[in-house]
């Protein structure tokens, strides 16, 4: 299983950093994706405790000319291996289309680093029955566009958007059911079977539940990240 935590607009303490050292991982791959000031800082003890380090983001601009943006070879050469792209909270608020989100994908993979594509349903969506299609659009926006990719670096978190931060989750069936359907896209068209990770409200009193869903191959994990001990009891669950 692969467990990367999405450490969104905190601050990483040392103390959370130095608990996190000492994690058992339980043989399991851990990733961390932190927030940019803090990358260069943690750097050493991530790679000391075996924890892949990340970005929640990256510049989809080419230009050296692009104040304030972060780009793919800069997280690369301060330790980074993989970048959220596409997270719901940035589509959202971030003007962050459809354009840019291939245009980040294409730039990160190029460089090599491994994208995390975020996709997921809005409750609005869910509701009237409409995530199959939803995920379709997300999906085909992005996988029939992307360019000479290698598609080992691409991984797909699924988190419909009504389950991050509420408390609420899917049930066990649906979340089989979409990450089939994410797998049968990726076969059509990246012609290969991406891993897909499911994401929402995952937390240590529903991580056995869910990790009993068939083809979820780990979890993408906001609130539940930054506790330690909580993290540790979801790994062991
Ligand atoms: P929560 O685990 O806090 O619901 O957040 C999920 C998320 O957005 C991870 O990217």
Redesign the pocket.
Known sequence: MLYIG?F?MDIPTENYIAELENIDKCGEELWLALPYPYLSKYAQNLERAGIVMGAQNVTSAVVKESTGEVSAEMLLDVGCAFT?VG???RRKDKGETYGRIVEKCQQALAKGLNVVL?VGESREDYENGNTSRVLEKQLREVLTTLKEINYNNFII?Y?PIW????GLIPSIDEIEVVVRHIKSMTEKWAKSELRVLY?????ANNAKLLKSADGVDGF??????KKVDELQKIIKA
């Open positions: 999405n969104k959220l997270h719901s909270e975020c978190a988190e389950a991050i931060g509420t994401g929402g409200s995952l937390k993408l994990i906001g609130g539940a990240c």
